[in-house]
């Protein structure tokens, strides 16, 4: 239905910024969530943040407030991750998915369609 690519991912110091992009391919209005998450080696899956396909309302985890800003260009089937003040805790895999249930915003089970990822490290 949906196919989803990240890009943007890269190595950078502690303290550096990167911004993420995931493209959306055969997008639809029927996406109520789309957002970020990310996995570290050995750990589970976490969310990062994620917006409303409508706009308007945003969540974060407590972890990236202040930090991490999510966006998207809805003409582009685009969302964006901005990541400032990068620390060697951010270093994961981060994945782009999409949610059709209007619960659960950061839940890694509400979301079904995930892109391959893009790999951030973060060095001190």
């Known amino acids: 239905q949906v196919q989803l690519v990240e890009s943007g991912g890269g190595s950078v110091q502690a303290g550096g910024s990167l911004r993420l992009s995931c493209a959306a391919f055969g997008y639809t209005y029927s996406t109520v969530y789309w957002g970020w998450f990310r996995q570290a080696p050995g750990k589970e899956r976490e969310g990062v943040a994620a917006?409303?396909?409508?706009?308007?309302?945003?969540y974060s985890a407590d972890s990236v407030k202040g930090r991490f800003t999510i966006s998207q260009d809805n003409a582009k089937n685009t969302l964006y991750l901005q990541m400032n003040s990068l620390k060697p805790e951010d270093t994961a895999m981060y994945y782009c998915?999409?949610?059709?249930?209007?619960?659960?915003?950061?839940?890694?089970?509400?979301?079904?369609?995930w892109g391959q990822g893009t790999q951030v490290t973060v060095s001190s």
């Open positions: 998915a999409c949610s059709y249930s209007p619960y659960g915003p950061l839940e890694v089970s509400r979301y079904v369609s």
């Open positions: 917006m409303r396909t409508a706009g308007g309302i945003t």
